[in-house]
């Protein structure tokens, strides 16, 4: 790890935790040069680990995108730089549980939008009507009416 303060490219760990909600691993570093102390947090690249099959092509699983979704799906909310964060890393979490073994890394489209429908659902029903009415072709009242019980 480069120093942030002077680019000494030796840092020390000194301290280390794992996250208390998410597969996040919190370290507090010192570098070897100037004695300066910083935290940095590790996790794995859902790219790496999860691929979409968009038809006949496969292309590497984005987090950027989902985080742009949850973000347009979320725009009414006060805590929306608290919230969006955690909601993806929840819907990737719930993406990893999907997959068949370790060998195999491919996901549907259709996996992605019914995971984050169902997460939130239960996190905010005017995001889930939003992206519902983004995500699914076949949007009616009576459609919503029931998606919108089921969580009842």
Same mark, same amino acid.
């Given at each position: 790890m480069v120093c942030p303060f002077c680019l000494h490219k030796k840092t020390n760990v000194y301290n280390s935790r794992k996250g208390s909600r998410l597969n996040v691993?919190?370290?507090?570093?010192?570098?070897?040069?100037?004695?300066?102390?910083?935290? &940095?947090?590790?996790?794995?690249? !859902?790219?790496?680990?999860?691929?979409?099959?968009?038809?006949? +092509?496969?292309? !590497?699983?984005?987090? +950027?995108?989902?985080?742009? &979704?949850?973000?347009?799906?979320?725009?009414?909310?006060?805590?929306?730089?608290e919230a969006v964060p955690y909601l993806c890393e929840t819907i990737?979490?719930?993406?990893?549980?999907?997959? !068949?073994?370790?060998?195999e890394k491919t996901i549907t489209k259709n996996d992605i939008i019914q995971t984050t429908t169902e997460v939130l659902k239960n996190?905010? !029903?005017i995001a889930y009507v939003k992206y519902m009415g983004t995500y699914q072709h076949q949007l009616d009242a009576p459609t919503l009416r029931r998606a919108l019980r089921r969580k009842e």
């Open positions: 691993t919190w370290r507090r570093r010192q570098c070897s040069a100037c004695r300066g102390q910083f935290t &940095t947090y590790e996790s794995a690249e !859902p790219g790496s680990i999860l691929t979409v099959r968009d038809g006949r +092509s496969l292309i !590497p699983f984005s987090h +950027s995108a989902l985080l742009i &979704t949850l973000l347009r799906a979320c725009d009414h909310r006060q805590d929306l730089d990737e979490q719930k993406l990893y549980t999907l997959l !068949p073994n370790r060998n996190y905010d !029903p």
